[in-house]
């Protein structure tokens, strides 16, 4: 049993979206909105290296969490009746808004490594607030969320 909750990062995701059909603070809706969207990709990596049998490192970095995603396995049909391991690395190419070419899990999960504001303490609590926007944030939750729940079940160490 894992102690990381996916119900728990779909509703964190489910608020980002709320949060973001909210018109009044829009600032500080966005803030919140990425926050919780940030927050719903954390506890969703950490629940699939924990169904991997990876030991899950207590830290928020999610450049972290995601390479040690990239650096497991999954089951994919890759034609009609194949099913094949392949690495789970796939996850970063999985584009989260399609108005955006660059906008995959992968660039997006390490935008720290790009200049933008430090998860969580400065994405909460940070003077400027530098980072992709909200609503991508929010869609990269799902689309990993997504990702996990389709591949829950095959992932390995």
Same mark, same amino acid.
């Given at each position: 049993?894992?102690?990381?909750?996916?119900?728990?990062?779909?509703?964190?995701?489910?608020?980002?979206?709320?949060?973001?059909?909210?018109?009044?603070?829009?600032? /500080?809706?966005?803030?919140?909105?990425?926050?919780? =969207?940030?927050?719903?990709?954390?506890?969703?990596?950490?629940?699939?290296?924990?169904?991997? !049998?990876?030991?899950?490192?207590?830290?928020?970095?999610?450049?972290?969490?995601?390479?040690?995603?990239?650096?497991?396995?999954?089951?994919?049909?890759?034609?009609? !009746?194949?099913?094949?391991?392949?690495? =789970?690395?796939?996850?970063?190419?999985?584009?989260? =808004?399609?108005?955006?070419?660059? =906008?995959?899990?992968?660039?997006?999960?390490?935008?720290? /490594?790009?200049?933008?504001?430090?998860?969580?303490?400065?994405?909460?609590?940070?003077?400027?607030?530098?980072?992709?926007?909200?609503?991508?944030?929010?869609?990269?939750?799902?689309?990993?969320?997504?990702?996990?729940?389709?591949?829950?079940?095959?992932?390995?160490?």
């Amino acid at each position: 049993m894992s102690e990381y909750n996916l119900e728990f990062a779909e509703a964190m995701a489910e608020s980002s979206a709320l949060i973001l059909r909210s018109d009044s603070l829009p600032e /500080e809706a966005q803030r919140a909105a990425l926050y919780t =969207a940030l927050v719903a990709c954390e506890i969703a990596l950490k629940y699939v290296l924990s169904e991997a !049998g990876v030991s899950v490192p207590k830290t928020h970095d999610l450049s972290r969490l995601i390479g040690l995603v990239s650096n497991c396995s999954i089951e994919r049909e890759i034609s009609t !009746g194949v099913i094949r391991r392949i690495p =789970a690395s796939c996850i970063r190419g999985i584009k989260a =808004a399609d108005e955006y070419s660059d =906008a995959t899990l992968g660039k997006l999960l390490e935008a720290e /490594e790009f200049g933008a504001s430090k998860f969580p303490n400065e994405i909460r609590y940070g003077h400027t607030l530098t980072h992709f926007p909200a609503s991508v944030m929010q869609r990269a939750s799902v689309r990993l969320i997504s990702w996990v729940k389709t591949y829950v079940l095959s992932v390995q160490a």
